[in-house]
């Protein structure tokens, strides 16, 4: 009888041309009246801008459903992908996302693309709100010439590579150069730059992917630049104290006009490996081999600054420097992509134009995170950030704007996903593979061994 019932209960939350199957004893009335008060909210993206929406959607609504989606068939976004593995401490968050993911009124959906398998108006039709947390996946370019050259790289593929994203697993760069110049000078960079010069047995006990630390092994990077157009008051790193910008330029200007004691300056005379910033370069074009087949510098235009505050900027003062290297990073900043024609999207912010979360002109459409305000800021910005659109969302939810009829919500996606061929990967199934991955871990004292295929993830879900 029970089945019965479910079916009737996806007819009632579209147009009803059937009649109740006898033995249904809930009244399409009664069904009505569960469903307004049981809101249906679908979130695209499962890292810390989609599950902290999730989090205070569930938080401040007691009946609130929550479903999200994600293309990877693993959860956590930039917290699996982008923080660096030297930095385990940033990841505890996932602790916090996972009991999300268990509350009986939130389910995650991997293996989802957006855009490809199911539309974004698909999701309107089925859910009273939707909320695009899906990031920045893309990376801008540099638009200079040689670009293109072997040995130039983003960092946002880097990073991807060390971390275990798939689509980066055979990167394969060649570390085989003495320099690496990475262009930049934001948090991304400084993590790539620690990451090629942290010795490998450092790394051994974090959750870097093998491959990577084998390449790392191999590796004859010793020096390694970091580029900025503007000047060390307007670099993009931060550090985690308060008053962050003074106590970091009071770091920079200690570093550079101190004289460093005995023992310190011992240390870094013995040093195998160094860095160092070079500010008011910009790059102008990579340099590339006599061969032309790979990178073998860098031409950087100097730089002076112009205006006052924020309407300072970096103008070319008519001279160049040429910056030896074999690798190159760029590290200038990620941005969004589009994700559905119907979603209104800023090409030149790279974000979908919204207000306080509302997409502009389209009720019931919210975003959060990268996508709503740009890459910029740490996890705690972007929880503070997600926060804010949870709280506009059930405000109008409230205040009546968000339709008051009943949605099916996952049961009608379903559907469409299973006609299609997609097969979703539940939470359970993530919770299979992440078990394998620290059992993986456990034989060389990692605390996971991520996987990096696919393909293999499917298979050992028995798909």
Request: one cysteine or more.
């Amino acid at each position: 009888m029970a089945p019965r019932c479910w079916r009737w209960w996806y007819w009632t939350a579209w147009p009803r041309t059937r009649p109740p199957p006898a033995g249904c004893t809930l009244s399409v009335r009664q069904q009505f009246s569960t469903q307004e008060q049981m809101p249906q909210i679908c979130v695209v993206g499962s890292g810390p801008a989609g599950f902290y929406t999730a989090q205070h959607l569930l938080k401040h609504h007691p009946r609130a459903h929550v479903d999200i989606f994600e293309k990877q068939l693993v959860p956590f976004g930039l917290v699996r992908f982008g923080v660096a593995p030297d930095h385990p401490e940033v990841k505890n968050v996932i602790n916090t996302f996972t009991q999300t993911a268990h509350s009986d009124r939130c389910a995650f959906h991997g293996n989802v693309v957006v855009g490809r398998d199911v539309t974004v108006p698909e999701l309107r039709e089925a859910y009273h709100a939707v909320v695009l947390s899906y990031g920045a996946e893309d990376h801008q370019a540099l638009g200079i010439p040689g670009e293109e050259l072997p040995g130039v790289f983003s960092a946002r593929a880097f990073v991807g590579w060390y971390n275990g994203l798939p689509e980066n697993r055979e990167l394969a760069p060649d570390l085989s150069c003495d320099t690496a110049v990475i262009l930049g000078q934001g948090n991304v960079a400084l993590d790539v730059a620690r990451i090629l010069l942290t010795p490998p047995e450092h790394l051994e006990k974090t959750d870097i992917t093998e491959a990577a630390l084998g390449v790392l092994r191999q590796s004859r990077v010793k020096t390694v630049w970091i580029v900025g157009r503007r000047g060390p008051l307007q670099v993009a790193f931060t550090i985690k104290v308060p008053r962050p910008r003074k106590r970091l330029t009071e770091l920079l200007l200690r570093t550079a006009t101190e004289k460093p004691g005995a023992e310190e300056a011992a240390r870094q005379a013995s040093a195998s490996r160094t860095w160092g910033l070079r500010f008011f370069r910009s790059p102008q074009q990579v340099l590339p081999s006599p061969d032309g087949r790979q990178v073998a510098g860098i031409r950087l235009a100097v730089t002076r600054l112009e205006g006052v505050g924020d309407t300072t900027r970096a103008v070319p003062t008519g001279d160049v420097e040429d910056l030896p290297c074999g690798l190159v990073l760029s590290s200038v900043g990620y941005k969004s992509r589009p994700i559905d024609h119907s979603v209104p999207f800023d090409p030149k912010l790279g974000v979908i134009p919204n207000m306080e979360g509302r997409v502009v002109d389209v009720p019931g459409l919210y975003c959060s995170g990268w996508v709503k305000r740009g890459p910029t800021g740490v996890i705690a910005t972007t929880m503070t950030d997600s926060f804010l659109t949870g709280q506009m969302l059930l405000q109008d939810l409230k205040a009546g704007l968000l339709p008051s009829g009943p949605r099916p919500g996952y049961v009608a996606i379903e559907a469409l996903l299973s006609s299609r061929g997609v097969r979703p990967v539940s939470f359970s199934d993530w919770e299979k593979l992440d078990a394998e991955e620290v059992s993986r871990g456990q034989g060389t004292g990692k605390p996971r061994e991520k996987l990096l295929d696919p393909q293999e993830m499917l298979r050992l879900l028995g798909r």
